[in-house]
Every structure is written in C-alpha cells, then in structure tokens.
C-alpha cells in the first residue's frame, strides 16, 4: 500500500450523495450545495456540516429550518455552480434555472428538479465542529423522473454516481429493526 496525506483521508469515507440545502432569510430564497450530511440512526434526523463562511449560515440560523434537496446525475453542473456561488449577489434559482416550491411545514422552498426533497427543522447546533441536526417534518419522492442516480463527491472536484442496487434485504432481514 503506499502512503496517502492524512489530509486527504476523508475522500475514502465520504458520505452520502451531495445535496443541495435550501434556506429562506424571511426576504428571499437561497441554497447552498453540501457534500457533508449524515443521516442519525433509523429515525428521520440528519446533519449536515456548514458553518459562518456560507452566505446561507445565517438564514438557517435565524429561520431554524431549510429543505434537504437531492439532485440527480443530470444535474450535475448545476450543483457545481450552486456551490461555486454566493447567494450573498447571486439569485441561484435564477442563474441556474431551478425551480423552488413552497414547502408545506417550513419557510424553505423544495427544488422542483431533484429527485427528493426534505423539509426540515432545526433541531441543534453543535458550534465546535460546524454540524447543524435537522429532523425532517416531511418528505417528497419524484417516482415520475427517469434519472435516480444520486452524485456523490470524492472531495477533490470528482465525482462518482451510484450504480445498480444489490438487494441483500433476505440476508439482513432478522438485523433489520420493525418499520424499515
């Protein structure tokens, strides 16, 4: 094996696919793209790692909830320019021709071209590290789009999609907790 820079360690682990989170400040709409989520445990709550530098920081604060977006392979370019924007002088709807739709139980819009949307609350704050949890009040699955492979960042500007599913659901049936 040859060695590789610890600071490059966490492109073997990364999570899961990127997501766009959606905010609302009370005047307009923003959303930044985060590579950096986790899902906690069996139970509708996440995290996502974000902190001050994004424009978005303070909207999420203040409005205490967003929407957890998820894009697929087609739009791909589009997540890039999302992420390599401010919100702070730019209308990323705009620019980047997606659609935002009122969320039912928070202020954030759902992305009308992803996959999946999750409207969420904030739920916690945990400064030292950046993380912020949400617990998803509602979610929202597009049966109706052809694509459905998820991008997922390698963290140095690649990226990987998902492939085919490998069902194993008989194997781990009896380590499956009840209502999955």
């Not at 977006?69 to 992420?83: H, R």
């Amino acid at each position: 094996m040859e060695r590789m820079e610890i600071n490059k360690a966490f492109t073997l682990i990364e999570p899961g696919p990127v997501v766009f989170v959606t905010t609302n400040d009370g005047n307009k709409h923003n959303m930044m793209t985060i590579s950096w989520t986790m899902v906690m445990d069996f139970t509708p709550k996440f995290a996502i790692t974000t902190g001050p530098w994004n424009y978005s920081y303070a909207a999420l604060i203040k409005s205490k909830d967003c929407v957890i977006s998820i894009p697929t392979v087609d739009l791909l370019d589009k997540v890039v320019g999302v992420g390599t924007c401010s919100g702070a002088d730019t209308d990323k709807f705009e620019k980047f021709g997606l659609t935002p739709v009122k969320g039912k139980h928070v202020r954030s819009p759902l992305i009308k071209e992803c996959l999946a949307n999750i409207e969420c609350k904030v739920i916690d704050i945990v400064e030292t590290h950046n993380i912020v949890v949400l617990e998803g009040v509602a979610a929202y699955f597009d049966n109706s789009r052809k694509e459905k492979r998820t991008v997922h960042a390698i963290g140095d500007g690649t990226f990987v999609t998902d492939g085919r599913k490998l069902n194993r659901r008989d194997m781990m049936r009896s380590k499956i907790p009840d209502g999955i």
